[in-house]
């Protein structure tokens, strides 16, 4: 029995791998961007509500598709009628959109997923950012993190994701000041004295702008500080590299 077993095993196991071995070489084309409806189920798509929002209604399968054509009115659609399978409705795809949209755009958005729930189809709101922050599920996940930063006070950003629960992560910061780090840079990573870094002010290359989006672009990379007029002070303070060496021709 055992060998029986592993011979059909593998026999199954073989027949798999030649599949897809023709499959993936003897393909023609390759999948791309479909927008919201997947090429592998149909009707799976969003739909504009009569109040102004968007529904995603997810028939992955057959099944699936005759509750929605129950839930609409019209079951003669599913099972052995003109949109029962699958293929059927991927030829029809522009007419089923169509016919689902014609069905969304006199309910609400409340209402829809009602019906939906009560027949067993899959479906869920299409957020705006302003539903994601009034929505409770988003809240008890803390999907939002809301955050107080110096310089900006506070500020809503994503949570971090997944969190879990020994090593659950947090944020801690939103990253350094503009500048902060330019000691560090100048003085640790160049080696540069007070000194230096002086003879470089001193040399035009401290440049204060009221604007510093106005800027060329090699000020705008180094650090920004403001300063006592209002504008806000470039600190282009970098060590000149040294000549490329010149090739010589072997003597």
């Known amino acids: 029995m055992g060998s029986s077993s592993t011979s059909a095993s593998t026999s199954r196991s073989s027949a798999f791998s030649t599949s897809w071995r023709r499959r993936t070489t003897t393909a023609a084309t390759c999948a791309s961007a479909w927008g919201p409806a997947p090429s592998t189920s149909c009707r799976t798509s969003h739909y504009p509500t009569k109040d102004g929002k968007w529904i995603a209604i997810a028939c992955t399968s057959d099944k699936i598709f005759a509750r929605l054509a129950e839930l609409q009115g019209e079951p003669g659609l599913a099972g052995d009628g003109k949109w ?147 504008g806000r002070r470039v600190r282009g303070l970098a060590r000149p590299s040294p000549p490329a060496p010149r090739m010589q021709r072997p003597g």
């Open 84 to 230: 029962g399978k699958v293929k059927d409705r991927e030829r029809d795809r522009a007419d089923v959109d169509a016919w689902v949209t014609r069905w969304t755009e006199r309910c609400t958005l409340a209402e829809l997923i009602a019906h939906c729930n009560e027949f067993e189809v899959p479906c869920g709101p299409v957020n705006s950012i302003a539903d994601i922050f009034a929505d409770p599920q988003y809240k008890a996940r803390e999907n939002i993190k809301f955050f107080k930063d110096p310089r900006i006070g506070e500020i809503a950003m994503p949570n971090v994701c997944p969190r879990l629960s020994d090593t659950p992560g947090s944020i801690e910061w939103l990253g350094p000041a503009l500048g902060e780090h330019n000691d560090d840079v100048y003085k640790t990573l160049l080696g540069m004295s007070d000194r230096e870094i002086g003879t470089l002010q001193d040399k035009g290359r401290d440049l204060t702008i009221a604007d510093p989006s106005s800027s060329p672009p090699l000020q705008r990379r180094h650090g920004l500080r403001c300063n006592e007029g209002g």
